[in-house]
């Protein structure tokens, strides 16, 4: 289900996001922690405004890698920087659709076996 919900996020960004023009207000170093508040590196935060299809001034903001330079406005009033995705949820969205498509077979053709006739099963 998780890896369901950022694959859509995801897809919606790939199909129904715009290219837009906007400017940076602020940028700065973040310090991305782990578990156990553990430093697991460095990213950078930047915050940035833009005017939406309608017309209005929005502001937003992304952490991404340091050397970081566009935004891509999103659905929904979700924007992100350009080129910033998650394809990791989007492969695990994938590996998950495999293994309950591989599941859903094997159920089928259980099934399929214990309803048919006696006469026509095969031995074991």
């Given at each position: 289900m998780?890896?369901?919900?950022?694959?859509?996020?995801?897809?919606?960004?790939l199909l129904r996001g715009q290219h837009?023009?906007?400017v940076v207000t602020k940028t700065y170093e973040t310090i991305l922690r782990g578990r156990y508040g553990i430093e697991r590196g460095?990213?950078?935060t930047v915050e940035?405004?833009?005017t939406d299809a309608d017309?209005?001034?929005?502001?937003d903001s992304d952490t991404v890698p340091l050397d970081w330079s566009q935004y891509l406005p999103g659905a929904e009033?979700?924007?992100?920087?350009?080129?910033?995705?998650?394809?990791?949820?989007?492969?695990?969205f994938v590996v998950m659709c495999s293994v309950v498509a591989f599941f859903a077979y094997r159920l089928w053709r259980?099934?399929?076996?214990?309803?048919?006739?006696a006469s026509s099963r095969r031995r074991r």
């Open positions: 998780v890896s369901c919900c950022v694959s859509y996020h995801e897809l919606v960004f837009a023009k906007g460095r990213a950078l940035y405004t833009y017309g209005h001034l929005r502001s009033g979700q924007t992100r920087l350009a080129g910033h995705m998650n394809k990791g949820g989007i492969a695990l259980e099934a399929s076996e214990a309803t048919r006739p």
